[in-house]
């Protein structure tokens, strides 16, 4: 994971989880039962940079 990448995707994470990117309308509330989606916004974030795929894939959610 290239340095750079790591602080953008957790931003966008998080802002996914509180709601700020999301649709459910939970503005400012941590919830982390969408944390796939959340993960999946921030990766797309990443690829609409222009992001090369080697520094976009190691990004994967394990879990539920």
């Given at each position: 994971i290239a340095d750079q990448d790591g602080p953008k995707?957790?931003?966008k994470f998080y802002e996914y989880?509180?709601?700020?990117g999301?649709?459910?309308g939970s503005?400012?509330?941590i919830s982390i039962d969408h944390s796939a989606?959340?993960?999946h916004y921030a990766?797309?974030?990443l690829r609409s940079e222009g992001v090369?795929?080697?520094r976009w894939v190691?990004?994967?959610h394990l879990g539920q």
């Amino acid at each position: 994971i290239a340095d750079q990448d790591g602080p953008k995707v957790a931003d966008k994470f998080y802002e996914y989880l509180s709601g700020a990117g999301g649709d459910d309308g939970s503005q400012g509330i941590i919830s982390i039962d969408h944390s796939a989606r959340a993960l999946h916004y921030a990766v797309q974030s990443l690829r609409s940079e222009g992001v090369p795929l080697q520094r976009w894939v190691p990004f994967i959610h394990l879990g539920q």
